[in-house]
């Protein structure tokens, strides 16, 4: 699985999943734009992307700005000639609470996020894509885009949206050579499942199959999986990773 002349885009490319992908393609040999809000992370990848030989440039990007998703991609033609593979990663999570009790500032933010903020970066890459002639997209939905989980109704819809999204455009545009994909991960190992406290992690742990969360190079690798030349009839797929969790379901 190689990425040589090939531009990859990924956003929230400074967090945990993002990063690991960013590397991930760039040690596969592509071009990577490590797109993020957080400008202090998203250099410190580029930095260590560099470090290791690879090429990748950082794009200051808030994926809720139809005018700054554009920017975006033209950064991605401008600077390196083109955009083949596109990780739609950025996203948020909220605070654990009761769907009656959960306001409706937070509902807003995590939808425009998760799932508003996806039609933007959607929207733009196609319009590239189609005119380009092809491509390859992956969108991190999550397990919470499958099944219901306690306490996150906001976060649960908005990756519901995600699938529902990454169906939809895999359908419109499979014959224009472009493939849309989503991964689905259980829990992972990343900055956003950091404020767990001991207790909690180890009660988490203990539920997993494998008894552990993933670490987010599990999940890069299969989003260069989709994103690459041998998942050439993987369209409008949901990959679930999650060690197993959902298998007892
Ligand atoms: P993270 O918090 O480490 O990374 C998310 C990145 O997105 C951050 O660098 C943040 O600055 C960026 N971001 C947030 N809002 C943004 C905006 N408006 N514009 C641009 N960038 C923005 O989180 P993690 O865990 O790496 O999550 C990545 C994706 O994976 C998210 O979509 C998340 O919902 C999803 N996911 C995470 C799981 C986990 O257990 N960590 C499980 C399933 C899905």
Same mark, same amino acid.
């Given at each position: 699985?190689?990425?040589?002349?090939?531009?990859?885009?990924?956003?929230?490319?400074?967090?945990?999943?993002?990063?690991?992908?960013?590397?991930?393609?760039?040690?596969?040999?592509?071009?990577?734009?490590?797109?993020?809000?957080?400008?202090?992370?998203?250099?410190?990848?580029?930095?260590?992307?560099?470090?290791?030989?690879?090429?990748?440039?950082?794009?200051?990007?808030?994926?809720?700005?139809?005018?700054?998703?554009?920017?975006?991609?033209?950064?991605?033609?401008?600077?390196?000639?083109?955009?083949?593979?596109?990780?739609?990663?950025?996203?948020?999570?909220?605070?654990?609470?009761?769907?009656?009790?959960?306001?409706?500032?937070?509902?807003?933010?995590?939808?425009?996020?998760?799932? &508003?903020?996806?039609?933007?970066?959607?929207? $733009?890459?196609? #319009?590239?894509? @189609? %005119?380009?002639?092809?491509?390859?997209? =992956? *969108?991190?939905?999550?397990?919470?885009?499958?099944?219901?989980?306690?306490?996150?109704?906001?976060?649960?819809?908005?990756?519901?949206?995600?699938?529902?999204?990454?169906?939809?455009?895999?359908?419109?545009?499979?014959?224009?050579?472009?493939?849309?994909?989503?991964?689905?991960?259980?829990?992972?190992?990343?900055?956003?499942?950091?404020?767990?406290?001991?207790?909690?992690?180890?009660?988490?742990?203990?539920?997993?199959?494998?008894? &552990?969360?993933?670490?987010?190079?599990?999940? $890069?690798?299969? #989003?260069?999986? @989709? %994103?690459?030349?041998?998942?050439?009839? =993987? *369209?409008?797929?949901?990959?679930?990773?999650?060690?197993?969790?959902?298998?007892?379901?």
């Amino acid at each position: 699985m190689m990425f040589s002349d090939k531009v990859a885009l990924v956003t929230g490319a400074g967090g945990g999943i993002g990063s690991a992908a960013a590397k991930l393609f760039a040690s596969k040999g592509a071009k990577v734009v490590v797109a993020d809000f957080n400008a202090e992370a998203g250099e410190a990848v580029v930095s260590e992307i560099r470090n290791d030989g690879g090429e990748s440039s950082f794009f200051r990007v808030d994926v809720t700005d139809e005018l700054n998703v554009n920017e975006m991609i033209s950064f991605c033609v401008e600077r390196y000639g083109g955009l083949h593979i596109a990780h739609n990663n950025a996203g948020i999570l909220h605070e654990a609470k009761r769907f009656h009790e959960l306001d409706l500032g937070t509902w807003d933010r995590v939808m425009n996020v998760n799932a &508003r903020a996806l039609v933007l970066c959607l929207r $733009a890459e196609l #319009v590239h894509m @189609l %005119a380009a002639g092809g491509g390859a997209i =992956v *969108n991190t939905a999550s397990g919470a885009g499958i099944a219901a989980a306690p306490m996150l109704s906001a976060y649960v819809t908005s990756k519901h949206a995600v699938v529902g999204m990454t169906k939809s455009a895999a359908l419109e545009y499979a014959r224009d050579g472009i493939r849309v994909n989503a991964v689905a991960p259980g829990t992972v190992e990343t900055p956003m499942t950091a404020n767990m406290t001991a207790q909690q992690r180890d009660a988490l742990n203990e539920l997993m199959p494998l008894g &552990r969360m993933a670490t987010p190079d599990e999940v $890069a690798q299969v #989003v260069a999986f @989709l %994103a690459s030349d041998e998942a050439s009839y =993987v *369209n409008g797929a949901v990959y679930t990773i999650d060690g197993g969790s959902s298998a007892s379901a």
